[in-house]
């Protein structure tokens, strides 16, 4: 099978997501290690996105949560899915 670099992303994230989701219901946190080290790699980080809601993605927390700076202030996302603007 040969996949390409959106069908390996999305085979990555099919198996990351649930893991994390895991994680976040037993109050489990992103270490500052982990924090620092996912931010180096942040792609999504300071890109426009219109869902969940309209904004500039700005991170995550160690909780997991999606911070996403609307111009009126930063808001935690903890679910749904992002689009791109």
Sequence with gaps: MNFGPASAASTLLDQLVPALLRLTAHGAQLT????????????????????????RASGIRPDGALLVDTGAGTTMVREGHVELS
Excluded: V, Y
Aim: glycine residues 8%; positive net charge; proline residues 4%.
């Design 32 to 55: 500052e290690f982990e924090c620092a080290a996912f931010a180096r790699r942040d792609w999504l980080r300071g890109r426009q996105i219109r869902a969940p809601l309209a904004g």
